[in-house]
């Protein structure tokens, strides 16, 4: 598969989540054209399911002082301070520019509540000592990415690629190291016309979600898959703290309805964890036994709690008690989630809810700073695909959808100072950046690649999970291995699709993960390794990077 379809854009942006759209948007404020790339519908993405809200200091009982430290307790030593402020002081702002975009988040008044009718309600989430979470009903994800849909629909100079799936980077690497490697663009694979097009831009900028695919169990779409790290990595960028994987503790346990995250709000509203001791007996409270704030502890430690209490009790979930409210009070406060609880056959006004624990949230990714921008020139990294210091060892419930917000502001005023330098190192429209194949064949054998999948996402789930050993580790590494090499033989002879692009992200993504979890030797928020069970106050501050070696 040769192609010579070469597409020229200022700026490129891999991903349509609220980190990428967001970007984009603000890039697209310069008049610059602006490709958005993404593998699935423009809607088909992580941010979408955001259930939660935006943590963001909004009451006058609040300050950024206390956000912060939140923000510091929750990770466990390893988030850059500079980092949580400034991201933490520049949230007011941000939101204030999604609601002149037209976001609607819930009042006092829309609960019913005479007080402050026009007020915020602001919820309360895990790990926070104040009520500070923005939210749209139990769907804000959803609202935040209708909102700036339609505002990049409405973009003249925004173009979207829809099934368009980014297969790598182009990139210029300086063999003698004197300066940093170089990003032109991305080779993208259009699904529907089964070709590679080279899109070519001054700047490119990475959003595309998270992993959670690589994990048997997870709260996240079937996007979800790690590429942008992938491409990333494979580029050259320097990598941090992959083996920090945040569990969500509270999926809903259900023999049909798979990947439902039962919101950790209705922790904030009261909802308490518990466990059955024995087969048939009442479930009693246990978050006690693990952490001061008991069913409000931060993500890392109830989701252990759960997992142990679990193996422990032999049950095959826990349950969230939230039968305080009434049904008319959880209506209108989750609706989605009481429909979909309904849907189980569970009435949360009158029946515990059966959860799980399943992977969520990637605290690491491409390493950036604050602006987003990459080890790798012209490359930038935004939301969960990035690192940026925020989330150390542990993310503070709804501070993703914070950082999404104001780090896209932050790179794209970064290319736009950085622009006429990125376009004069720029290819010139005659130089060759083709996509070649070579002597690539159709496959006669893609059960391989469902194996192949099928295998890395047990194995990972198994070895690398909440609970991790040496042993396990190196078992996972001896298996990773091995099946990267045979993806790596059947990339270069068969020709590319969608299925074969994200098993061999997956693939990429899950040798990372088991890499920096081997080189950590200690226990910090979601590593938790039994050989090194305790904190090491020598690594607080000291990230875990991992780079490819051409």
Known sequence: ???????????????????GLSSALHLAKSGRSVAVVTKRSIEECNSRLAQGGVACVMDRLDTFDEHVQDTLTAGAGLCKEDVVRAIVEEGPAAIAELIELGAKFTTRGDLGYQDGRSEFDLGREGGHHKRRVLHAGDITGAELERVMIEAVRARPNITVFEYHIAVDLVISRRLDQTAPNRCFGAYVLDINANRVITFLAPSTLIACGGTGKVYLYTSNPDVACGSGIAMAYRAGAQIANMEFVQFHPTILHHPTIRSFLISEALRGEGAVLKCRETKGAEPVEFMHKYHPMKSLAPRDVVARAIDSEMKRTGEECVYLDIRMHSEEELKRRFPNIFAKCLEAGVNMAHDLIPVVPAAHFMCGGIKTGIDGASSIEGLYAVGESACTGLHGANRLASNSLLEALVVSRFAAASIDRNFAKFKKNHPTRTEPCHWTSGNATDSDELVVIAHNWDEIRRFMWDYVGIYRTDKRLERAKNRIKLIRKEIEK??????????????????????????????????????????????????????TVIQRKF
Request: some cysteine; glycine content about 4%; charged content about 25%.
């Open 1 to 19: 598969m040769q192609n010579n379809e070469i597409k020229h854009y200022d700026h490129i942006v891999i991903g349509s989540g609220l980190a």
């Open 490 to 543: 059947y990339y270069w002879d068969f020709k590319v699709t969608a299925d074969l692009i994200e098993l061999r992200n997956i693939a990429t993504v899950a040798e990372l993960i088991i890499d920096c979890a081997l080189q950590r030797h200690e226990s910090r928020g979601l590593n938790f390794n039994a050989d090194y069970p305790f904190l090491d106050p020598e690594l607080d501050c000291v990230d």
